[in-house]
């Protein structure tokens, strides 16, 4: 072992010699040959503790307030490793001698270093570090104190929601932040939409922008395991977003990842296992005898000349009612009175044949199970003074509460840093993700279309198509059965950065990020299904294969000086990037008879067909911006970025966005005397930020292609299908931003507070031209579009003591949002029963001038025709149980422009998230997050014509209308909504206040976790989605007619 040990010895000092001797000739091997040299240079320490090892122990403490501290971190310095305190501030490491020394450093105190000598224990008071206390919060291209501000900026804690599982980020982020709107998603994959203070453009993405560890970021966000963010900041206001220019009008979600921090390897392993179902079961199907009584009133309400009893059952005629008299209602009446009876409901023979042998299909529980989902989480993490790494792997298998809703993905992480030498320091961010999307889901929709008197299979053993023998409804189970789908996408993503310490306190940051994305989608429709049996005879196939090869560069210069009562912090900023996509797409039909092979043999089809598509596009960025201080309470902030992108014309290919801010911390000032608030700081901000997100080549003219047979053969024809314009230019919103930052009774309660005013002009648009012209639409810039709002969130410490501890945090939001302008056409037009004179609305998009992009044009409708009001409904050619609107101009006729008005908004008025958190008997620790959406409404197309019969055969559960139940909320099944002008879609209120999130976590003593080894043993249950309080008449109000899941989920979280 020794001669070994003194070889080693002898190879590292080769090793440094020709590393001093070649360093600057060959800078390639600087890197391998400083990993070597470290790796060797720990090897002594090794054997050293191997020789002399002894146990030191003691416990960390505040140097302030006496507490104990967990967590901190200590290492044997000039080694790796390491240990750190567990619950109870208390810790235990072997030492190799007594020269060997201990560093102690955790977050916010200064690091202290402690000789051990011949201590056995020793106990170590860490000194709060001010500036470091201070939260920190990362902004563009870098992070900043929070006290220093000028922007609005608001940072969410991943820790709140580690009982949970979270299959992507916006998971956790539904109304969890104020003007931050993240509805919740329905599907096994999760995700929704994104906004930020409402929407900025009409028909350009309104997506907030997502840089991950300080670099822009294009892939999903299901690629990012949310186990591995340590931080999430969000930009909403232009000073803020302005630094990333045309990628920012919707503002910014920045994520930090976890990354190593020196000391011993610390492993962490998390599993939860979860079960999910719907959070309403009252819109479920109704069942057999609903499904009966659904047939008989529909017919009672049809309008039909024989008596009301004429559809009950025989078995239950109403009270006064004869046998003799039902059988007399029809004049050749079948004997068997069964029989009879369903036939006057319309039973098809295969519903008859079900009925009389007493079989029925629950469409609920063959369309719909319970969603199961496991998750299992490690990660690795530590390193040396020099030397930090951090890796982790994940793997997600989850199911949707619709039979076929499946996702799973494998999510994994390296982030690597190196300080090469005091000047130099190189890095690595990699995450790779493999998803499978194979979904095939069971027709939520055709469960409706489907009474439970129907048959799964034919004779034969094949799946029925139409399970109660009517084309009008179609087995809802029939492609989940039929169609076998591959879908894999695979994610790639890399940051490899280098960092240099420059004379002068420059700083210069150089990154490389490549992004390698690979999308497989295979799809086979046997002839069991419609599409393969019936639109494509003898079988459908499809392969779509699509590759992304994405890089960019970024070249950072960042310059921080203080000089007395001033302080410049300085950014310089060149971006660069390109894009590009080779996709391509197959299909065949008719494989018979090798429809066996499916999509793995596309060329035993007899129709084939391909299709290829190669895009590319390109990008730059030039950015400059000054934060500069003055005596620590007058902030400002200057910058300024030019972005190119190669989608818009020749004439605007580039554009700038300037933007300037200013806060002031009123309570530093020697005039300000409060001894409720400790804190009032004022922010003011403007900026300009812009939009991008169309197509690649949106202001070219494209190509399309048909065929067409010219009397002898088919030939291929190519035409023009877009019109080109070489003069489109950026969408550009400009916004102002009014803030203040409050905190009251020792900041124990911290308010902040935002207004803001934001235009958005230049909108982009495909609008529609005329066929005269030959083109189909051109993109183009039109209008104006306004948004403004108020932003209110108030956090807390309700208690703090030593067995309990409570925080609350509320957060408030309101968005109006105006169309100013749109296409420029005047002239006069009918809105609302008046003639105006003035900008025309574009009626097909529901877009009106001086109205909000979300508001609802429709009937006013004002319940439903009753008996008594027979005569007059007949007027409108309507009858009793028919819906019952307001007739603006009185003149006897429903016509859309005359009497349809501006009912409401299908966005949320008002939104409000309310969060609790709860620590007591030190290891227990309760969270309750509740949140409303308040005043929009959503259309219920269940209770007009076409959807709530199907013909004929509907089972969607609402209490609709019939003489016997005259309710004002529901029309007649038979409902008829040909006079109404345009169409009308009745609208319900779906605001609701909602338990979203409960859970309970219990950490195992310190004391017993030692035992064993263990830093922490974390044990936790949760529920998502408890319950909800809403009249909305649907599955649940915030996905309308498709159930959300509610999700129960337990688990534990080990520490190593």
């Known amino acids: 072992m020794k001669q070994n040990y003194i070889s080693l010895l002898r190879q590292s000092d080769r090793l440094t010699q020709v590393r001093e001797r070649r360093e600057w000739q060959n800078p390639a091997k600087v890197l391998v040959l400083s990993f070597l040299i470290m790796f060797l240079n720990c090897v002594p320490g090794h054997f050293a503790h191997a020789r002399q090892a002894r146990q030191v122990s003691g416990q960390v403490f505040d140097n302030a307030t006496n507490e104990s501290l967990p967590g901190v971190n200590i290492l044997i310095k000039g080694t790796s490793m390491g240990t750190v305190t567990d619950i109870d501030g208390s810790y235990s490491i072997s030492v190799p001698g007594e020269e060997a ?18 201590q056995n224990t020793i106990n170590v008071n860490l000194v709060a570090d001010q500036a470091q206390l201070e939260e920190v919060v990362v902004v563009g291209y870098g992070t900043v104190k929070k006290s220093d501000l000028t922007g609005s900026v608001v940072r969410v804690d991943p820790e709140s929601f580690k009982n949970q599982s979270n299959v992507q980020l916006t998971d956790m982020l539904a109304g969890t932040v104020a003007g931050f709107n993240a509805n919740q998603g329905t599907s096994a994959a999760g995700g929704s939409s994104l906004e930020v203070r409402g929407p900025t453009s009409l028909s350009a993405g309104t997506e907030p922008l997502v840089v991950l560890d300080g670099v822009i970021f294009n ?24 630094v990333f220019g045309a990628r920012a009008a919707s503002g910014v979600i920045l994520v930090t990842t976890t990354r190593g921090k020196a000391g011993a390897p610390t492993i962490n392993f998390t599993t939860k296992l979860g079960v999910a179902g719907p959070t309403n079961d009252d819109f479920a199907v109704r069942g057999p005898q609903g499904y009966l009584d659904f047939r008989r009133d529909y017919f009672r309400t049809l309008g039909q000349a024989q008596p009301d ?112 030498t005091d000047w130099m320091k190189v890095g690595l961010n990699s995450q790779f993700s493999s998803r499978d ?46 169609q076998d789908r591959f879908h894999k996408r695979n994610n790639f993503f890399n940051t490899l950065f280098a960092e240099f310490k420059l004379p002068f306190g420059i700083t210069f940051r150089s990154s490389y990020q490549p992004r390698i994305e690979s999308v497989r989608d295979y799809n086979y429709w046997s002839p069991e299904t419609i599409v393969g049996g019936q639109d494509y ?60 092979l499916g999509y793995h043999g596309m060329q035993f089809g007899g129709d084939p067909t391909i299709e290829t598509d190669d895009i590319t596009y390109t990008g730059e960025g030039l950015m400059g911006r000054v934060n500069y201080t003055l005596m620590g309470k007058y902030l400002f902030t200057g910058s300024i970025r030019r972005d190119g992108f190669s989608a818009f014309g020749r004439e605007n290919p580039r554009a700038v966005f300037p933007a300037l801010a200013f806060a002031w911390q009123i309570s530093d000032e020697s005039f300000y005397n409060s001894s409720l608030i400790d804190q009032l700081k004022m922010r003011l901000s403007w900026g300009v930020n812009g939009n991008r997100d169309i197509g690649p080549y949106s ?111 509320i957060n408030y939001s309101m968005n109006r949002n105006k169309i100013i302008s749109l296409f420029g056409d005047t002239g006069e037009y009918t809105l609302q029963g008046q003639t105006i004179s003035g900008e025309i609305p574009d009626f097909e998009n529901e877009w009106f001038i001086g109205q909000p992009i979300d508001v609802v044009w429709d009937y006013n409708i004002l319940g439903t025709w009753q008996v008594e009001e027979a005569q007059e409904a007949a007027e409108f050619n309507l009858r009793p149980g028919d819906i019952k609107a307001e007739d603006v101009d009185g003149n006897g006729l429903y016509e859309a422009l005359q009497d349809k008005k501006f009912i409401g908004f299908s966005q949320p008025r008002h939104r409000i998230g309310f969060r609790n958190d709860v620590t007591f008997l030190r290891n227990f620790t309760v969270s309750l997050f509740i949140r409303a959406d308040l005043g929009h409404l959503r259309a219920f197309p269940p209770s007009v014509a076409g959807w709530s019969t199907f013909d004929r055969r509907s089972t969607a559960n609402y209490p609709y209308w019939t003489p016997d139940n005259r309710t004002n909320d529901y029309p007649r099944l038979s409902v008829n909504d040909s006079p109404f002008g345009g169409g009308v879609m009745p609208y319900k209120p779906s605001s609701f206040v909602r338990i979203q999130d409960l859970s309970l976590s219990y950490n195992l003593p310190s004391a017993l976790t030692q035992r064993y080894k263990m ?42």
């Open 101 to 118: 020394v201990l560093i102690y450093s955790f977050v916010g105190y200064l690091t202290q270093e402690v000789r051990v000598g011949n």
């Open 437 to 482: 999307e194979s979904v095939v889901q069971a027709n939520l929709t055709g469960m409706y279309q489907t009474g439970p008197y129907a048959q799964m299979y034919e004779e034969d053993g094949s799946v029925k198509w139409f399970p109660h023998g009517y084309i009008g409804g179609q087995n809802p189970l029939i492609n989940y059965l039929g």
């Open 309 to 420: 009893y004429h559809w009950f059952n025989p078995q239950a005629l109403p009270e006064g009612v004869t046998l003799e008299q039902w059988r007399a209602s029809n004049n050749n009446p079948n004997p068997d009175d069964t029989r009879e009876w369903l036939a006057r409901l319309n039973f098809f023979p295969d519903e008859v044949a079900a009925y009389l042998a007493g079989e029925t299909i629950d469409w609920r529980n063959k369309v719909m199970q319970p969603g199961l989902r496991q998750e299992y989480d490690l990660s690795i993490g530590g390193g040396t003074e020099k030397i930090k790494y951090y890796w982790s792997l994940g793997y997600l298998d989850n199911e949707g509460i619709i039979v076929g809703d499946k996702f799973s993905t494998i999510r994994s992480r390296i982030n690597f840093d190196f300080e090469v």
């Open 699 to 809: 202001s070219f003219a494209q190509m399309g292609s048909n065929q067409y047979y010219n009397g002898s053969q088919v030939q291929m024809g190519i035409f023009t299908s877009t019109l080109s314009n070489p003069g489109l230019s950026w969408e550009e919103t400009e916004s102002y931003n009014l803030g203040f930052d409050i905190g009251i009774l020792a900041n124990r309660i911290n308010l902040t507070l935002d207004y803001y005013d934001m235009s958005t002009v230049n909108l982009l648009v495909d609008r529609s031209l005329p066929r005269v012209t030959g083109f189909a639409n051109v993109t183009t810039n039109i209008g104006e579009l306004a948004n403004r709002g108020f932003e209110a969130t108030l956090g807390a410490v309700a208690v703090n003591r030593p067995n309990i501890n409570w925080r609350t945090n």
């Open 537 to 596: 005879a003898g079988g459908r196939a499809t392969r779509f294969e699509s590759n992304t090869y994405e890089w960019m560069v970024d070249n950072l210069l960042k310059w921080n000086k203080e000089f007395g009562i001033h302080n410049f912090d300085v950014t310089f900023l060149y971006n660069l990037e390109k894009n590009r996509i080779y996709s391509s797409s197959m299909a065949n039909q008719t494989f018979l008879p090798s429809a066996i």
């Open 219 to 242: 892939g999903s966000l299901r690629d990012i395991n949310p186990n591995d963010i340590e931080s999430v900041d969000i930009l909403k206001d232009a000073s803020s977003a302005a």
């Open 1015 to 1056: 830093q922490n043993l974390r044990i936790f249950g949760s529920v998502r989605n408890l319950y909800t309080f809403s009249d909305w008449p649907g599955w649940d109000p915030e996905s309308g007619l498709t159930p959300m899941p509610r999700i129960v989920t337990v688990g534990f979280n080990i520490t190593l």
